[in-house]
């Protein structure tokens, strides 16, 4: 039997077309309104408290990945809470997140590798990683930058620099009062300890030469 086709037939197709099309356009804009909101999603932040004012930081999870995934393993286990900053250096750091003030080290996971080169500087304000002379040799350690230190920056493999993976955005004023208290020695570590200990109290998520930051220079220089 031969089928013949009408004017409204024909139309009907054309309407059929025109609402498949529609239903296209919609998902595609729903994947993109989606990939959006995923590549604006807020990068995580954390409350330090301290014995001298509390820190917010924020974490460039989008930008130092491995490392701000560390730091939030540490964070969530509570392995920073009732460490000090045990390397206090008033016009290059303040680095922390390794030593209790009973001056005992802490076992930590394993190291990271190094995402030094990741474009960010080691600019005021940044909270960067320490480590060994092995760049990928990271584990808990931290430091925070009180001047702009461009020569603990990433330039090439052979300078593999620093891996900065987040920015105070609160308590700067803390830092700058914690950068400036008396130090010394304070065994086992040589010097640049604080007299009176500089207690992290807890870090929780919310919504002489200035020597590169090293996790155990304190102990072989």
Known sequence: MK???????????????????????????????TAIEASVAPNPMVLMKTTLGDITVELYADKAPVTVENFLRYTDEKFYDGTIFHRVI??????????????????????????????????????????????????????????????????DEATPGYCVFGRVVEGMDVVDKIRKVRTGPMNPLPRDVPIEPVEILSIARIGGEETAPTAEAEETD
């Open 3 to 33: 089928r013949t086709f009408t004017r409204a037939s024909a139309l009907g197709v054309v309407l059929l077309l025109a609402v498949a099309a529609g239903q296209a356009a919609a998902q595609d804009a729903e994947t993109r309104e």
């Open 90 to 155: 008033e016009t290059f750091v303040i680095q922390g997140g390794g030593w209790t003030k009973e001056m005992v080290r802490k076992e930590t996971h394993e190291p990271i590798v190094n995402e030094a080169n990741n474009a960010i500087g080691n600019t005021r304000g940044t909270i960067a990683m320490a480590r060994m002379q092995d760049p990928n040799s990271a584990t808990s350690q931290f430091f925070i930058n009180v001047n702009d230190n461009a020569r603990l920056d990433y330039f």
